[in-house]
């Protein structure tokens, strides 16, 4: 594999790099603080082709491929993880599910405005109940009068409360398990479906995270999503290519860290000299330059891959692992090199490590990451 970017890829990587300097980084704290989820951002972001990078100009999308998407969510990253989870979740879940597998109908209906940015979308697997056991979803969904009557909630759902758009999953046959369970989209303002507590979160606090409420929330027989009882297969592959996103991001919040920990080497002096001149300091600068490049190239590979149509289940869960994992150890060593100083909030180094520890947990923890390749490995 050639992994040199093309022209277009390093303009592209220079337009959201330039864009996340200028219009992102002066409220990043500011929205840190308040956990003001920047929705006057999103027409922005819209213009820049960024709420919807991988869908077809056909339904509003800017057309890019996996890896170009990976550079979008790398560059935001690097300055905002909230802003980049946001539009990592908005692309990789709820819009990425209804493109998959919706209907034509319903792509035009929901995708449309989605990918233009008019709509924020919103995707709902994980409850109270069902973490890592996603199967054991509790939430139901029961044929009435020709519609579907949804009862249930769900739990850390990205954008639940800002959100337009929703793809939830919900059992309709109990007896049958994890092929009992299907997805549904649902729109905003659908009488029965609420938003709940809003998560107070450790980090990521720019990026909307709160419960969803269906009682007894009715939809038409059109809202299912996909074939009934493929819910949770589906959600699966989703999660598939969702979780290239996540190695993305991660890579890119490891590369914001790096960066804010060498110039601060840099400039930092003791004993007469600047801390990068101490081999304590080097080595941790070198090592972390070294796992932030591998974690790069196997993000890549795993977006190459899914790009040329290959099931993608192992390298995206080698992605995620690998390079999550490395954004941690990133900002551990960040906090580290800034000493007191990165233990206040006037420098980036205790945000990045807020912020980070969601990589590791989102859209499967590092232990699930772990079974996935094992029984990818143990049942060739």
Not at 365 to 370: A, G, L, N
């Amino acid at each position: 594999m050639d992994f040199r970017l093309t022209e277009p890829q390093e303009l592209l990587r220079r337009t959201i790099r330039e864009f996340a300097e200028s219009e992102i980084a002066p409220h990043v704290r500011e929205w840190d603080e308040t956990q003001h989820f920047p929705s006057e951002l999103v027409p922005r972001l819209a213009e820049l082709g960024l709420m919807g990078i991988q869908f077809p100009e056909a339904y509003g999308g800017a057309g890019m491929d996996a890896l170009d998407y990976c550079i979008c969510i790398e560059e935001l990253a690097r300055v905002s993880p909230s802003v980049a989870l946001s539009v990592a979740a908005h692309n990789g879940l709820c819009s990425s599910h209804i493109f998959i597998f919706g209907s034509e109908a319903q792509k035009q209906r929901y995708l449309v405005p989605l990918a233009r940015g008019e709509k924020i979308g919103a995707w709902g697997l994980t409850e109270a109940s069902a973490g890592s056991d996603a199967a054991a979803t509790k939430t139901t969904a029961t044929r009435r009068d020709g519609h579907w009557v949804i009862n249930g909630s769900k739990a850390f759902t990205t954008h639940g409360r800002v959100g337009d758009v929703m793809v939830a999953m919900a059992v309709t046959d109990r007896a049958r398990g994890h092929r009992g369970i299907s997805a549904f989209v649902i729109e905003k303002g659908t009488p029965g479906m609420s938003s709940g507590r809003k998560e107070d979160k450790l980090g990521m606090r720019a990026s909307d995270t709160s419960e969803v409420v269906f009682q007894d929330c009715r939809v038409g027989s059109d809202h299912l999503l996909g074939e009934e009882g493929m819910g949770f297969i589906n959600a699966m592959q989703v999660l598939d290519a969702g979780r290239i996103g996540i190695a993305a991001l991660s890579v890119g919040m490891a590369q914001g860290a790096y960066e804010a920990a060498r110039a601060y080497a840099l400039e930092r002096r003791q004993f007469n000299r600047p801390i990068a001149s101490f081999q304590a300091i080097q080595w941790k600068l070198v090592d972390n330059a070294a796992r932030i490049e591998a974690a790069r190239l196997l993000t890549y590979r795993a977006a190459l891959a899914r790009e040329c149509g290959q099931r993608t289940t192992q390298q995206s869960a080698i992605a995620k692992l690998y390079a999550s994992e490395v954004a941690v150890r990133a900002a551990e060593d960040c906090v580290q090199i800034f000493g007191g100083y990165g233990f206040v909030k006037d420098y980036p180094a205790e945000r990045f490590f807020r912020d980070v520890k969601l990589t590791t947990i989102g859209e499967g923890t590092s232990e699930i990451q772990r079974l996935v390749i094992a029984r990818r490995l143990l049942n060739e």
